[in-house]
């Protein structure tokens, strides 16, 4: 078929390769002028590593990763350690993969390249999708500057502000979920002795959290310290308007500054700072329209506390592929894919949605008995019986999507 997919980040840079391998006629559209990203870490477990690894990415890849030793928990103030669950080696035996981290640019690169081997010239900057409109046979893609286009299916990967989920269901605006991301990204050769540890390393603390990790065989750091802001609209807090904004290493301290000395280091060496107001939308009870269908953010927005946004758009990726595999252009015949694909993915990407959430309300649990029970509880399992906590991934890191 011929399929446009609206945006060019992680989700349908991912979508493309993998449709294309399959044999479709992809393009992909971005509104961008080049293709880039802010620097920040992802984190992949072994679900989407086994994913890319599939579609031939890693290859591209691989020198720019960091294999962390562990995933921990620490308190935020004191540093002290509650939990440590070993990762290196114990992913690829349980899980059939390793768990990685990497620089966002990086992966992004990645999967251009790759793109560009199996499709090559099919990726466009600068074209802004601004609505779409269907008949039976095809749907025409209308672009910010007129021009019309038209395919047999659109794919709208284009984040939680989609233009595509907009005109697919009216009013349903991104709602400000209550927290904001502070973003940095540092040379491990600034830090010293004040480095943090070799793992994914959550700093948890009353109302506000923060993780480390290493990326790029672990020369640079990666900090993201997420705060409980209720109202956005403060002179000193983000707005809704930007989904990024330039932020203080002031402002991060009045954050951050009372708690270890390696976060403090972080942002005192970091330079430039970014925030993030984090925005989530409403679930759906349907991803597409026809010959309209979404992925990624677009689809399900989730927050970050459980690093599964760029895996579930890797997953959203490839049961798309396989729901429109050899079932013709049709117009029923598309749309009876698109609700197979929702169908195969909204109880798995639900969950995700629930147990990020959770995640985040645990690592802010307010100092008394409910938190000191809680990770005393998770201190001693991962200590003296790590396999209670290793089962509590099997379902999503062993998944073979």
């Known amino acids: 078929m011929k399929i446009i997919i609206a945006g060019g980040g992680i989700g349908g840079l991912c979508t493309a390769i993998s449709l294309s391998l399959d044999g479709h006629e992809v393009r ?6 080049e293709i880039g990203e802010v620097g920040a870490g992802v984190q992949i477990s072994s679900n989407g590593t086994k994913i890319l690894q599939n579609l031939g990415v890693m290859s591209g890849l691989e020198p720019a990763v960091f294999e962390p030793d562990a ?5 935020g103030n004191s540093g002290r350690q509650v939990f440590y669950l070993p990762m290196k080696d114990v992913a690829t035996k349980r899980w059939g993969d390793r768990h990685l981290q990497v620089f966002r640019p990086d992966l992004i690169e990645a999967l251009r390249a790759r793109l560009e081997v199996v499709a090559p010239g099919v ?5 802004r999708v601004q609505a779409y409109r269907q008949n039976d046979h095809a749907v025409t893609v209308i672009l910010s500057d007129g021009t019309e286009l038209q395919a047999d299916l659109l794919i709208g990967a284009d984040g939680v502000r989609s233009r595509i989920r907009s005109q697919m269901f009216g009013g349903d605006n ?3 979920t209550g927290n904001t991301a502070w973003r940095a990204v540092v040379p491990a050769e600034r830090l010293g002795d004040l480095i943090p540890p070799p793992t994914g390393c959550i700093w948890a603390g009353e109302g506000k959290h923060a993780v480390t990790t290493r990326m790029r065989k672990g020369q640079l750091i990666n900090f993201v ?10 002179d000193d807090q983000p707005g809704q308007d930007g989904w990024r904004q330039a932020g203080t290493q002031a402002q991060a301290l009045q954050d951050f500054g009372n708690w270890s000395p390696v976060i403090s ?20 009870a349907r991803w597409s329209d026809g010959r309209v269908v979404l992925l990624g953010d677009a689809a399900h927005p989730m927050l970050p506390s459980m690093a599964q946004g760029a895996v579930a758009a890797f997953e959203d990726a490839v049961v798309l592929t396989r729901a429109l595999r050899n079932i013709g252009s049709s117009g029923d015949a598309v749309a009876a894919a ?6 195969d993915r909204i109880e798995r990407a639900t969950k995700v949605q629930e147990v990020s959430a959770q995640n985040l309300q645990l690592f802010h649990t307010p100092s008394g008995a409910k938190r000191s029970f809680s990770f005393a509880a998770a201190g001693l399992a991962g200590r003296f019986l790590p396999e209670i906590l290793y089962r509590r991934y099997d379902w999503l890191y062993g998944a073979e999507v």
Do not use: K
């Open 28 to 33: 992909v559209l971005e509104q961008a002028p």
């Open 71 to 75: 995933i921990e928990m620490r308190m």
């Open 123 to 127: 990726l466009t900057t600068g074209a």
């Open 174 to 176: 991104p709602v400000y």
């Open 225 to 234: 310290g997420i705060v409980e802001t209720p109202n956005p609209l403060h």
């Open 265 to 284: 280091r972080i942002i005192n060496e970091a330079g430039d700072m970014f925030r993030w107001p984090l925005f989530g939308r409403a679930p759906l």
């Open 338 to 343: 698109c609700s197979t694909y929702f169908n």
